[in-house]
């Protein structure tokens, strides 16, 4: 229900490196078994101060990362919006998360940007914003 998946996400509200959590892949078989998959490339400093918690700081280095640096975009620009949203900034988070999902539509961060929108939109008290968002992606 709508209500149960707005309850896990704003249970995990708090967690910063929610993203981080390894991926479970299937194998071939009559049985599922959890296999690491390769975390997204982000500088060790961000990745740090994302776990230490120091947001500002973690804002600042993921503005100065360059375009063409060997990392991965999208997963750094979710990480800006899960700070802003995690300092209480859940406006500038919401942007952020929208600019994800446009600027890189085909990412599998795109999804989670949605869901973290919504969860930004809960927080700040628009609660109807954040049912349209869980409601069209119970409905796709």
């Excluded at 900034?89 to 949605?114: C, H, M, N, T």
Aim: proline fraction near 4%; avoid cysteine.
């Amino acid at each position: 229900s709508l209500i149960g998946v707005l309850g896990m996400w704003l249970a995990v509200d708090g967690l910063a490196m929610d993203g981080l959590v390894a991926e479970v892949a299937a194998v071939d078989g009559p049985t599922v078994d959890q296999a690491v998959v390769e975390l997204p490339r982000v500088p060790d400093e961000i990745r740090q101060q994302m776990q230490d918690r120091r947001w500002p700081q973690a804002l600042q280095t993921i503005d100065q990362v360059s375009e063409d640096a060997p990392v991965d975009h999208d997963y750094l620009r979710y990480l800006k919006g899960r700070a802003l949203h995690l300092q209480g900034e859940f406006d500038a988070a919401i942007g952020v998360f929208r600019s994800l999902e446009k600027d890189f539509p085909d990412s599998k961060w795109s999804r989670q940007a949605r869901f973290a929108g919504g969860v930004s939109m809960a927080r700040k008290g628009d609660y109807r914003a954040a049912e349209r968002v869980y409601r069209s992606e119970a409905e796709a």
